[in-house]
T-cell receptor
Framework: QQQVKQSPQSLIVQKGGIPIINCAYE??????FPWYQQFPGKGPALLIA?????SEKKEGRFTISFNKSAKQFSLHIMDSQPGDSATYFC????????????FGAGTILRVKS | KAGVTQTPRYLIKTRGQQVTLSCSPI?????VSWYQQTPGQGLQFLFE???????NKGNFPGRFSGRQFSNSRSEMNVSTLELGDSALYLC????????????FGQGTRLTVV
């Protein structure tokens, strides 16, 4: 059973656009939801993370929106740039998983200049 | 501040052989987790070590093992390699056990032929 479902699989936007990546989770015990960015040949880099006690968190051009009742969270990238082209992963941890991260399948983002 | 260091970066092994991968966490971080990344299965948790003790284990066969040394450096070992073990193996470090904020290294690309 896939604990964290991520969509879309891939996404193309124009420079300056606002790509939105969505994730849904099953386990209500999850209490930590990070987003990672991965470039080819590199390891995932922690971008931003949120806990269920807030509905939105913003860091620079990256914003997480969190809907606890719907068990969904999403990443918005404001004023996207070609350098943002990468694979983005959502993840969740908590409950019986402890701090083990359960990842979504990833979204390949391409920002066209 | 140096990041997570994984060695070697690339490895080619033959089926049936065994392999050892190394991970040095961020200075001051004492928890190390290992993940396997493949195109088909995505990012999957292998195990977590803290204070030289395995705290958590993913759903992988016993051929996958690890250990942690007193300086927090960690190694993982895969015995009797199979073609399906070809993957990017990622190490993540956290300040302490149970800490959800994890920072990844660049990974070791293992190819089994």
């Amino acid at each position: 059973q896939q604990q964290v479902k991520q969509s879309p699989q891939s996404l193309i936007v124009q420079k300056g656009g606002i790509p939105i990546i969505n994730c849904a989770y099953e386990n209500t015990a999850f209490d930590y939801f990070p987003w990672y960015q991965q470039f080819p040949g590199k390891g995932p880099a922690l971008l931003i993370a949120i806990r269920p006690d807030v509905s939105e968190k913003k860091e620079g051009r990256f914003t997480i929106s969190f809907n606890k009742s719907a068990k969904q969270f999403s990443l918005h990238i404001m004023d996207s740039q070609p350098g943002d082209s990468a694979t983005y992963f959502c993840a969740a941890s908590g409950g019986e998983y402890g701090n083990k991260l359960v990842f979504g399948a990833g979204t390949i983002l391409r920002v066209k200049s | 501040k140096a990041g997570v260091t994984q060695t070697p970066r690339y490895l080619i092994k033959t089926r049936g052989q065994q392999v050892t991968l190394s991970c040095s966490p961020i200075s001051g971080h004492r928890s190390v987790s290992w993940y396997q990344q493949t195109p088909g299965q995505g990012l999957q948790f292998l195990f977590e070590y803290f204070s030289e003790t395995q705290r958590n284990k993913g759903n992988f066969p016993g051929r996958f093992s690890g250990r942690q040394f007193s300086n927090s450096r960690s190694e993982m070992n895969v015995s009797t390699l199979e073609l399906g073990d070809s993957a990017l193996y990622l190490c993540a470090s956290s300040i302490r056990a149970g800490d959800t904020e994890a920072f990844f290294g660049q990974g070791t690309r293992l190819t089994v032929v």
